[in-house]
């Protein structure tokens, strides 16, 4: 972790950048235990669901997870996918971004505070783990909103499709 200082327009801002980040996603075994611990049916489908979610920091669409487990199981629906990544945000598992792609995407880092870099080409999602605790939305903008979460998006070209357009 490093703190680095950036000069805004009347004040200095520190700005934490986390440089290490770990996979949050509980085991298939500990979701499964989860999951009969709320009362919840344990199924292969559930399990295969689980198990795609488990290690990915990817942030897939739900599309995709359901494409990945009909590989394994045809007889899978999307409406499983869907119930099965809604109860795993229910209760705190992961949560389901709609970053106004068309479709949600599952992001398992529920333990660290960051935001998202989005290619604005091809789709992809990762975190920006960075502590931007200095954000705040003066009080004329709110318009009797109360502000409960910050969340910051930066959209633009990933590696790979930034290499292609060159």
């Not at 599952?106 to 604005?120: A, Q, Y």
């Not at 200095?134 to 502000?147: A, E, M, Q």
Request: charged residues 25%.
């Amino acid at each position: 972790m490093r703190a680095e200082r950036h000069r805004t327009a009347s004040s200095w801002q520190l700005t934490t950048i986390v440089d290490n980040v770990t996979s949050v996603m509980k085991t298939v075994d500990q979701l499964t235990e989860l999951f009969r611990q709320q009362g919840l049916r344990v199924t292969p489908q559930r399990q295969a669901i689980f198990s795609l979610l488990h290690g990915d920091d990817r942030h897939p669409t739900v599309e995709s997870i359901y494409d990945a487990a009909r590989a394994q199981m045809p007889t899978i629906s999307l409406k499983t996918v869907y119930q099965t990544v809604n109860d795993l945000a229910a209760m705190g598992e992961v949560v389901l971004l709609d970053l106004g792609t068309g479709s949600y995407r599952v992001d398992p880092n529920v333990e660290d505070e960051h935001h998202h870099l989005i290619c604005t080409h091809c789709g992809k999602v990762r975190d920006v783990p960075l502590d931007l605790p200095d954000v705040r939305l003066p009080p004329r903008y709110r318009r009797g909103f109360s502000v409960s979460a910050v969340e910051v998006n930066f959209r633009g070209l990933c590696d790979e499709c930034a290499a292609q357009s060159s």
